[in-house]
């Protein structure tokens, strides 16, 4: 009975053990922890078992939602398979920050980040795509490896613009901060074990870690603009709709 309106996905390596946690926004701003999965690495699979146990307890992704992702392509895939059209997909603009940072020199780190934050925090997505592919030409010039890890993905990290979100609903979506924030929480919890019996045991606490996470959690920072966010998305996903119906008449024609 849930309402959904956005999914955020991340993984951590914790204790040795890789696990994908998903984290639930409902219509009201509420954050519930939905599904914690423990693998050797985040493959493909393995997200596709996380999403294929959610849709088993009755996650509805037929339903146009917002999904908030570091920029995994596996993630990435399992989004599509399972809810196709429906999937409006948020890169984090935090992650999308430090890998292209990377490619960098340290000394010109600073000013790379500076800019990336002023286009990611224009309001409208034409001026961020614009500010991003200045950006783009220029380290095409000096650096290529950084600009095609800015050009991979880019528009997906614009997302939240294109729907036209802003203030702190559009700040608290543009990045897995949330998920972040909370694996440092457990983490914490977890340095009470000084020694671990077995990966059934760190999935265990690390849940129970999770859940505790969750009773302490205040609603969404921006929850009163879900509404515009809600109606933004079913507004963008019949748009689709009709261009892919109006494709399909031209092919056919």
């Known amino acids: 009975d849930v309402q959904l309106c956005t999914l955020l996905v991340d993984g951590t390596c914790f204790k040795?053990?890789?696990?994908?946690?998903?984290?639930?926004?409902?219509r009201l701003g509420n954050k519930l922890v939905l599904g914690l999965v423990q693998a050797a690495s985040e493959n493909a699979s393995v997200v596709g078992e996380l999403f294929s146990q959610l849709q088993e307890r009755g996650l509805d992704f037929s339903r146009p939602m917002l999904y908030v992702i570091d920029g995994s392509r596996a993630l990435r895939a399992a989004i599509q398979r399972h809810a196709g059209d429906a999937a409006f997909i948020q890169r984090c603009q935090?992650?999308?920050?430090?890998?292209?940072?990377?490619?960098?020199?340290e000394s010109e780190r600073a000013a790379l980040k500076f800019r990336m934050r002023a286009a990611y925090a224009?309001?409208?997505?034409?001026?961020?795509?614009?500010?991003?592919?200045?950006?783009?030409?220029?380290?095409?010039?000096?650096?290529?490896?950084?600009?095609?890890?800015?050009?991979?993905g880019l528009e997906e990290t614009l997302t939240?613009?294109?729907?036209g979100i802003r203030g702190k609903l559009r700040r608290s979506f543009s990045s897995t901060n949330i998920i972040e924030s909370c694996f440092s929480t457990v983490e914490q919890i977890c340095t009470q074990v000084k020694r671990w019996q077995g990966g059934d045991q760190r999935l265990r606490w690390v849940a129970s870690a999770l859940v505790y996470v969750e009773s302490r959690w205040n609603r969404l920072h921006g929850h009163m603009q879900i509404p515009v966010l809600v109606h933004a998305l079913e507004s963008a996903y019949q748009l689709r709709l009709r261009e892919k119906r109006a494709a399909t008449q031209t092919s056919a024609a």
């Open 16 to 26: 040795g053990e890789s696990l994908l946690v998903a984290i639930g926004i409902d």
């Open 94 to 105: 935090i992650h999308k920050l430090r890998n292209v940072a990377e490619y960098v020199r």
């Open 122 to 152: 224009m309001p409208e997505a034409v001026d961020a795509r614009n500010a991003l592919y200045r950006i783009h030409d220029e380290l095409m010039r000096s650096n290529p490896s950084a600009a095609d890890s800015l050009a991979e």
């Open 160 to 163: 939240l613009q294109e729907l």
